[in-house]
């Protein structure tokens, strides 16, 4: 419960932060106030989608950027032209996408199309499983009447 | 029911509807939601039951819903056959299971079944969940399953495996023992994927324990050689730049190609980390250095500001050892002052600030300060504290003329949106106590400041009037002008000031009015007792007190006049005494008028404090009450005659005034706070021993203690009563008996004194006073920085200063270096132990506490061996428990072949193929420290 709370209190203090950014100006902003020594954090804004990137010296900056990148193609594919909807209503396969990208906090994936082959395959047993539980359900509840 | 349920129950996406439809009240709307959802999720239908779970892991992520308490039905969901709820029930443990979860020590068994599954894709849900909920148990009874996912032929699975190592080494050291040497042969692999995963890893531990990770500088050496990669790349350059600082050798070999990446490659990413590996971690290559610093001016240059930004994140790396790259783009740097961006700005600020140096900070401060002026507050206060902090280091190092430096501070000080008043009131404060040159200019500051009323309606300058006021009343014999400093004190506005710096202010005061009176009083003594003068007897001796107002209005001068006076004698210059009586006659009766004002002006200032509630300044206010009565009755003794009241009466009056002075006088110097550890305990002492016998001791001696003691033998160092030679008859015996006790205490307990090193503290003598200004400097205010840095970074000689530096008092200097503790973390340490354990070969034994039982220390020689064994097909746990090659004979086996590869006349080519074997398992004991990286690649 607490660290649902801290997670939160970031949340908020990040918000903060970028809001007051302006457009022109770079992707990097001092974290190390908000999230301790080391903490480096790199931001990337679609029309109204933010996208955060919190990393320590053991990445590369631009890197990071590139990151972003990767991801928002991927989401792109996997909805035809992101918007805020798509990720709001899709939770499920917002965390599908970035399990296959980082593991760990390690970066275990950057081409979007195998990121993408994997989210399809993973999409589909899910269709799968769950169209046979939908047809033994309605069997079941046919005869339980 | 679970029919009814089931059709009416709420999906996620009915509950994200819903709560998007709530404007207001959204709080009710979600615990009305989890309660529905901890009905469902008690349902024996999985399908009810998931979707309830998904709802909650929803709720938890966005809204912070606790879901501790459904932490069973999480496992519940994860052992469900079907895909689609293995996930939720994944994604919810990954999400709320942490090192306290009581349930978590109930999925083993299920992270078990779902690792050594058929579905790669339910493998990878359990790799994925392990990677982030590990705990030691876990770690440890799934180290089997992950070990045999290291050999897995779906690339998918295996770069998983891999990355889950992380956690798993971090977790349970002894992992290393079983998987460090697939771990390593992945570096070798074929796929890029694995490569990349496998870097990543090592990246990791390096950054923790680079020294640990040396042997394996060949395997590292040939990726950064081979790869096409750019994230593999990456990753091996920040490996390197770990492991050059520590292997001389190893920087000879990794420079090249690491200029070479730099020049091919047309990825920035890439391109910025050769850079950064270079200026961190091999700026002895110049050319090297050199190449790297081009690179960093195309970032520079470019209009991405983030390029910009990482430039001169670059530069200022590279600024630590090769001032020269700064100077090379200092037009570009200094033109990212005004940039829009925040970052920008402030990166480039460190970078002008890295090149101030003795020789143009003057200027720089100058250009800076006119910077700050025009920058938004929070800028402004970047620039101010980086001048602050730049001028004040190492003991104001780069500072040669402290009368500039405090006149730069006075003007910082009214920068209206300067919020850095602590740090330059500590500064203020410090420079007096360190740099007595300074004193004059630093009180002549200080009245700039203390008499401007507008200043007193700043809060932000407050701390920094504290300051000036104590300096103006500790220093009050620089003042040109006494009276002008008390009436500041004292002026109205000080009502907005907080209680304590008020008392800060009427204690100043008070030092301020002995001062004059001490001053005033001593002179009549001078006039009275050495110097005759034809018209002193008519005054003193037959003037009736009615015709005192006459004489006043005759005498009456500008306290200016009287100002200078002071000026003259407190400058130190000698005054004949020719000219002392001719100023004394006027100037006598013109003070005496303005010390009657003054002290009028301090009681009617002051009245409103006696009845104060601060304490503080209740009782300040009080002392200076008193005192100024005490002025008053002996300045009405000298407008009667000096023979109408007691001889004695006067007398006391003045002699408590001349203790006062002489008590406020004796200087603050600072001590060291290693002072008392310098003192030796002498031999037989014992500390803790009664000391009521002392009494007794102390009554035979019968110290001529005098009843006004003086520490230090101030009166002999340019203050006005000696200065003009006058000293008061009863007060000299006084004065020097204690410096004769004071002399023969130093004498006798030298060692109790500070050392040689702060002798110039007790030294009789000022230097000089910096009078004569160099002013050799250009004054033009539109004169740009890039010209500043031109001449005095480039050239390495000293300049020619008009004047020496004047002693800054230092101390303790060794003690802050002698503080520095080393600290090493346990946890890293047993993973070091275990790593070093395995690349070595030692046979040392595991620093892990020995908690297991003897069940899992049979299972760990079960992985011992199979580390050791070359047989890659094992893949149940029953195998491993029954694996019969022995790690010692491996071990034994690899040990012979590497003193085969350590003979003189080795063929490389066939180590290349079995440096693996070498340098996983191949004991290096006997290799020394300097040895670790086997010589081939060298």
């Known amino acids: 419960m607490k660290t649902v709370e801290k997670q939160h209190d970031l949340i908020r203090s990040v918000y903060g932060v970028l809001s007051s950014r302006a457009e022109t100006v770079s992707n990097f902003v001092n974290a190390e106030s908000i999230f301790g020594p080391d903490a480096r954090l790199v931001y990337k804004h679609f029309a109204t989608l933010y996208f955060v990137v919190i990393f320590d010296s053991s990445e590369n900056e631009l890197a990071m950027l590139d990151l972003i990148q990767v991801f928002v193609e991927t989401l792109d594919k996997c909805f035809k032209n992101v918007c805020e909807l798509d990720i709001v209503f899709n939770f499920g396969k917002i965390h599908t996408v970035l399990d296959e990208i980082i593991l760990g906090g390690q970066v275990i994936e950057t081409n979007s199309t195998e990121v993408m082959k994997a989210v399809d395959e993973i999409t589909k047993l899910e269709s799968a499983s769950s169209a046979i539980s939908i047809m033994t359900k309605s069997v079941s509840a046919w005869r339980s009447r | ?938």
């Not at chain 2, 001490?518 to 050495?530: G, P, Q, V």
């Open chain 2, 1 to 938: 029911m679970s029919i009814m349920d089931n059709l009416f129950q709420r999906t996620l996406e009915d509950l994200i509807k819903g709560l998007r439809l709530q404007l207001v009240g959204e709080s009710s709307f979600i615990s009305k939601a989890l309660e529905e959802i901890r009905r469902e999720i008690k349902s024996t239908d999985p399908d009810t039951k998931s979707t309830a779970l998904q709802k909650l892991t929803y709720l938890n992520s966005i809204y912070a819903v606790d879901m501790s308490f459904a932490a069973f039905h999480v496992a519940e969901v994860m052992g469900s056959s079907h895909f689609s709820h293995k996930k939720i029930g994944y994604l919810a443990a990954s999400q709320s299971f942490h090192d306290a979860t009581d349930v978590i020590l109930l999925i083993t068994n299920q992270l078990r079944k779902d690792l050594t599954c058929g579905n790669q894709f339910e493998v990878c849900l359990a790799l994925e969940c392990l990677s982030k909920i590990a705990t030691l148990d876990l770690a440890r009874d799934l180290t089997p399953e992950v070990f045999t996912l290291l050999a897995s032929t779906k690339i998918h699975v295996r770069k998983k495996a891999i990355a889950v190592l992380l956690r798993l080494f971090n977790k349970y050291s002894d992992a290393v023992k079983v998987c460090f040497k697939r771990l390593v042969e992945n570096l070798d692999s074929s796929d890029p994927q694995s490569v990349s995963a496998t870097v990543g890893v090592f990246c990791e531990l390096t950054s923790r324990d680079p020294k640990a990770y040396l042997p394996l500088a060949p395997e590292f050496y040939r990726v950064l050689v081979d790869s096409k990669n750019n994230w593999v790349l990456i990753k091996v350059l920040k490996i390197f730049a770990k492991l050059a600082p520590l292997e001389p050798r190893l920087t000879k070999r990794v420079v090249e190609p690491i200029c070479e990446h730099m020049g091919r490659t047309g990825a920035k990413s890439l391109m910025f980390e050769c850079v950064r590996t270079i200026v961190t971690s091999l700026a002895e290559y110049e050319s090297a250095v050199k190449l790297a610093v081009a690179k960093t001016r195309e970032f520079l240059i470019d209009e991405d500001p983030n390029l910009k930004y990482l430039g001169l994140q670059a530069l200022a790396v590279v600024s630590q050892n090769h001032l020269w790259a700064v100077l090379e783009n200092k037009e570009i740097v200094i033109k990212c002052l005004s940039d829009l961006d925040p970052n920008i700005r402030l990166e480039s600020l460190r970078l002008v600030m890295a090149m101030v140096s003795e020789n143009n900070v003057v200027e720089m401060s100058r250009v800076l300060v006119n910077y700050a002026l025009k920058s938004d507050p929070e800028f402004c206060n970047e620039i101010v504290g980086y001048i602050l902090s730049t001028c004040s280091r190492n003991y104001y190092e780069i500072i040669m003329d402290f009368d500039w430096y405090v006149t730069l501070l006075g003007e910082i000080s009214r920068i209206p949106q300067c919020q850095l008043g602590e740090e330059i009131e500590s500064q203020l404060i410090d420079i007096a106590l360190r740099v007595k040159d300074v004193r004059p200019r630093l009180v002549h500051v200080g009245r700039e400041l203390l008499i401007d009323p507008a200043l007193l309606g700043n809060p932000l300058v407050h701390r920094i009037l504290s300051a000036v006021a104590w300096i103006s009343g500790e220093y009050v014999e620089f003042s040109r002008n006494p009276l002008e400093l008390i009436e500041a004190l004292m002026q109205p506005r000080t009502n907005l000031l907080p209680p304590a710096i008020r008392a800060v202010y009427v204690h100043s005061g008070l030092k301020i009015l002995i001062f004059c009176a001490d001053y005033f009083l001593s002179k009549k003594e001078a006039i009275i007792s050495e110097l005759p003068d034809p018209s002193l007897p008519a005054y003193t001796d037959h003037k009736p007190p009615s015709d005192f107002d006459h004489n006043k209005d005759l005498y009456v001068q500008s306290a200016d006049k009287l100002a200078d006076e002071f000026h003259l004698e407190s400058g130190g210059e000698t005054v004949s005494l020719g000219e002392i009586s001719s100023s004394v006659s006027s100037g006598k009766k013109m003070a005496l008028q303005s010390l009657f004002s003054l002290v009028n002006l301090v009681e009617k200032a002051l009245a409103p404090f006696l009845v104060s509630c601060e304490v503080e300044l209740l009782e300040r206010a009080r002392n200076i009450y008193a005192f100024s009565e005490l002025i008053k009755q002996e300045l009405h003794g000298c407008i009667r005659t000096t023979e109408s009241i007691s001889e004695e009466d006067k007398q006391k009056n003045y002699g408590v005034i001349k203790a006062m002075q002489d008590a406020l006088s004796e200087e603050l110097v600072p001590v060291s706070i290693s002072a008392q550890e310098r003192v030796h305990k002498p031999d037989g002492l014992i500390l803790n021993e009664n000391l009521s016998e002392l009494q007794l001791i102390c009554d035979d001696l019968q110290l001529p203690l005098p009843a006004i003691f003086s520490l230090g033998d101030r009166n002999s160092k340019g203050r006005i009563v000696t200065s003009s030679n006058i000293q008061e008859k009863g007060d000299l015996p006084l004065s020097n008996e204690s410096t004769s006790l004071l002399v023969e205490h130093r004498k006798r307990h030298g060692l109790y004194y500070l050392p040689p090193e702060s002798i110039d503290v007790l030294s009789n003598e000022y230097p000089p006073a910096n009078d004569s200004k160099s002013k050799d400097y250009l004054n033009d205010e539109a004169l740009d920085l890039a010209i500043l840095t031109e001449h005095s970074l480039s050239s390495k000689k000293k300049p020619t200063h008009n004047k020496p530096r004047p002693v800054v008092i230092k101390l303790d200097e060794a003690v802050e270096v002698r503080d520095v503790v080393e600290c090493f973390e346990p946890k890293e340490n047993t993973l070091f132990g275990a790593v070093r354990d395995v690349l070595h070969g030692g046979d040392t034994i595991s620093t892990l506490p020995q908690s297991e039982t003897s069940v899992s220390g049979s299972r760990r020689r079960g992985k011992e061996r199979i580390s050791g064994s070359a047989s890659k097909n094992m893949t149940s746990t029953e195998n491993i428990e029954t694996g019969k090659s022995s790690i010692r004979k491996s071990k034994t086996r690899l040990h012979g072949k590497e003193r085969r590869h350590r003979s003189p006349g080795r063929n490389s080519q066939k180590i290349l193929k079995e440096k693996t074997g070498q340098v996983a398992v191949g004991p290096l004991t006997e290799a020394a420290e300097t040895s670790v990286i086997p010589d081939f690649l060298l």
